[in-house]
C-alpha cells in the first residue's frame, strides 16, 4: 500500500500562488494515475487535476485550467500541484489520491489522507 501525504497549503490572497507537494511512501511504484482532489466546507470532492502514471498526460478540471499545474519528479517519487492566480472559491482542503477514471469522472482510491488547507482571502 502507497501512503500520500500532502503539503505545502497555506493562506494567501486572490491572484496569489501556492505549490502543493504530495510525497509517495511505502510501496515504490504507483500502478494508477495520481490526483489532486479538493472539498469545500458542506461540499463533495471534486477532482482538480490528474497526472497519468505512464505518459504523464495531464488532466484539468474546468476550474483548474489555464491556472494549475500538476506535475512530479520520478526520481523522489513526489507529485506537485503548481497554482496559480488563485481565487476564493479556490479555498478547499486538497488532497492526493491515487486515481482511476469511472463513472464518468475521475476518482480517488482508498482512504483520503489529511489533506493541505488552502484559503484564498479576497
Known amino acids: 500500500q502507497v501512503q500520500l501525504v500532502e503539503s505545502g497549503g497555506g493562506t494567501v490572497q486572490t491572484g496569489g500562488s501556492l505549490r502543493l507537494s504530495c510525497a509517495a511512501s511505502?510501496?515504490?511504484?504507483?500502478?494508477?494515475?495520481v490526483g489532486w482532489f479538493r472539498q469545500a466546507p458542506g461540499k463533495e470532492h471534486e477532482w482538480v487535476s490528474v497526472i497519468h502514471h505512464d505518459d504523464d498526460s495531464a488532466y484539468y478540471a474546468d476550474s483548474a485550467k489555464g491556472r494549475f499545474t500538476i506535475s512530479r519528479n520520478n526520481a523522489e517519487n513526489i507529485f506537485y500541484l503548481q497554482m496559480m492566480n488563485l481565487k476564493p472559491e479556490d479555498t478547499a482542503v486538497y488532497y492526493c489520491?491515487?486515481?482511476?477514471?469511472?463513472?464518468?469522472?475521475?476518482?480517488?482510491?482508498?482512504?483520503w489522507g489529511q489533506g493541505t488547507q488552502v484559503t484564498v482571502s479576497s
Open positions: 511505502g510501496r515504490t511504484w504507483i500502478s494508477y494515475a
Open positions: 489520491a491515487e486515481t482511476t477514471w469511472s463513472h464518468n469522472s475521475w476518482r480517488g482510491l482508498g482512504s
